[in-house]
């Protein structure tokens, strides 16, 4: 059997569209925030969800040992939010960004089609990632069209529903 070099993976992965969304979190009274596109939904009942993240990045300690994360899907104007949680800034991340809070304490984003807070229930390592998955206590949604990313790009998904 040929082995798959990375190169090739991440081809054929760049070839599946997904949304994008901020995934935060709070440390004693800190407030964290990543990037994540690796986000699913797992069961109805009890509304649950996934999302795998990378155990090197700085989120990665605040989700696991807080226990709670809130997924904030974004809009086609949130992209540069996007960059920024994905930009590996150290401190300050939230400034100038409007949030609030919901249930667990985890930032909200301000313009976000969706955001679903969440109990970790579960985290499972695989290889350099850890798989969390949430229990959904709380979430709210609001109409716009949703920020996508495809071949290694951001996109207008110019879709209302
Ligand atoms: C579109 C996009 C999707 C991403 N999806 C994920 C993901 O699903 N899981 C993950 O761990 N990192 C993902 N990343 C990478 C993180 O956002 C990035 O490594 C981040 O800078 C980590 O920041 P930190 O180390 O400051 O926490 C994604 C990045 C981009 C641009």
Redesign the pocket.
């Known amino acids: 059997m040929g082995s798959v070099s990375s190169d090739a993976f991440k081809t054929a992965m760049r070839r599946f569209p997904t949304g994008?969304t901020v995934v935060t979190s709070v440390k004693n009274g800190e407030p964290?925030g990543?990037?994540?596109?690796?986000?699913a939904s797992v069961t109805l009942e009890p509304p649950t969800i996934l999302?795998?993240?990378?155990r090197?990045?700085?989120?990665?300690l605040f989700i696991s040992t807080s226990k709670i994360f809130c997924v904030n899907i974004l809009s086609a104007d949130q992209q540069p939010l996007?960059e920024r949680?994905?930009?590996?800034?150290r401190e300050r991340q939230f400034e100038g960004v409007k949030y609030s809070i919901d249930r667990t304490g985890a930032a909200v984003l301000e313009g976000s089609l969706a955001h679903l807070d969440c109990e970790v229930t579960e985290e499972h390592h695989a290889g350099s990632?850890s798989i969390f998955i949430g229990r959904v206590v709380s979430l709210d949604v609001r109409d716009g069209s949703p920020l996508g990313?495809f071949d290694g790009a951001?996109h207008d998904f110019a879709l209302e529903p």
């Open positions: 994008v964290r990543v990037t994540v596109s690796a986000f999302i795998c993240v990378n090197e990045a700085r989120s990665y996007a949680f994905a930009a590996r800034i990632h990313y951001y």
